[in-house]
């Protein structure tokens, strides 16, 4: 079992960075490959990024140049930077951990996770 909690959410408008993060329970952290998925109001939930266990990441085209993952394994914490954000981008952000049964643009759908945080709500306003 893996317990993920998810910060940094908030406010910022058009244009500006928010950093989240994840924390995950030990000792299964590396085990696992991560993402970030977001829905937004009447809309599916969708991936954003997702890394894998030796560290290559893959992105939504909309988030790509903007949005960086990565993963600090001594503190088991997963992060997603989002600059340059926009109205779009608004939603609820939710971290996920999934057992290492796919791989490449797999890694952006639900299916592939076991694993999933709360949420943390994202609103950029214009």
């Known amino acids: 079992q893996v317990q993920l909690v998810e910060s940094g959410g908030g406010s910022v408008q058009t244009g500006g960075s928010l950093r989240l993060s994840c924390a995950a329970s030990?000792?299964?952290?590396?085990?696992?490959?991560m993402g970030w998925f977001r829905q937004a109001p009447g809309k599916k939930r969708e991936g954003v990024a997702a890394?894998?266990?030796?560290?290559?990441?893959i992105y939504a085209d909309s988030v790509k140049g903007r949005f960086s993952i990565s993963k600090e394994n001594a503190k088991i914490t997963l992060n997603l930077q989002m600059n340059s954000l926009q109205p779009d981008d608004s939603a609820v952000y939710y971290c996920?951990?999934?057992?290492?049964?796919?791989?490449?643009?797999?890694?952006?759908?639900?299916?592939?996770?076991?694993?999933w945080g709360q949420g943390t709500q994202v609103t950029v306003s214009s």
């Open positions: 890394i894998d266990r030796v560290g290559g990441a």
């Open positions: 996920a951990a999934g057992l290492p049964r796919y791989s490449g643009s797999h890694l952006l759908q639900e299916y592939a996770y076991n694993y």
């Open positions: 030990a000792p299964t952290y590396s085990t696992y490959y």
